[in-house]
């Protein structure tokens, strides 16, 4: 099963570089579980705003255990842990995404309005319609954010790079679903991908 994690920093920052380390070792120890991994920070790019992860496991208990045993949630960093079930239609991993000396990368993350799975599935041909020119070179990983039950719509989490907030905040307003207001709230954070200086993850 495929699932989406956000690990929301506290306001003032928690992290520190022992943890690092520690943080680091135990996300290789688990590589095969990760779809995309990375932080994601103010436009400044100095400022956490969280750790976004993209695995596969066999359930949610599954997801539970790793991330009750990873060393920052471990110790206290994150203020807040939002599990979610996720799909995966480019059937792709971070790893494949063909990286470039200057890529400016986005965590977009909506949440849907309650309610709105059949107004979401009447949009969908659209949606992908609009996403397909950026399927090849833009998109990391993209995905619908779903229920337990893995099949009703909730929201969104994507990566994508884009040159600066001006081309992700157009990209957004012209997106189909949130065009026509299924969305209650939409985050749009600078990504950098996780792991150690040069690792591919």
């Known amino acids: 099963m495929l699932f989406h994690v956000r690990l929301s920093d506290y306001p003032v920052s928690r992290r520190n570089s022992a943890l690092r380390d520690a943080h680091w070792k135990y996300f290789e120890n688990h590589a095969d579980h990760f779809i ?12 956490f705003k969280a750790s976004v992860i993209f695995v596969d496991f ?3 208990d599954a997801v539970e255990s790793f991330l009750a045993n990873e060393p920052l949630n471990k110790a206290g960093v994150f203020q807040s842990v939002e599990i979610a079930r996720w799909s995966n239609p480019l059937a792709r991993r971070q790893r494949d995404f063909a990286r470039k000396d200057g890529q400016v990368c986005w965590y977009i993350r909506g949440w849907g309005k309650p309610g709105t799975n059949d107004k979401r599935n009447e949009l969908f041909a659209a949606h992908q319609a609009y996403f397909k020119p950026y399927d090849g070179e833009h998109f990391i990983v993209r ?26 905040e157009a990209f ?4 189909p ?19 150690r200086p040069g690792q591919l993850t």
Request: glycine share 12%.
């Open 36 to 47: 995309a991994r990375g932080a994601t920070f103010e436009d400044d790019d100095n400022i």
């Open 58 to 60: 066999p359930n949610r």
């Open 143 to 168: 995905g619908g954010v779903l229920a337990d039950d893995g099949a009703t719509w909730t929201g969104s989490a994507n990566l994508i790079s884009l040159p600066d907030r001006a081309a992700i």
């Open 172 to 175: 957004v307003a012209e997106e």
């Open 177 to 195: 679903f949130n065009k026509n207001g299924l969305f209650e709230r939409i985050a749009i954070e600078r990504y950098n991908f996780g792991g």
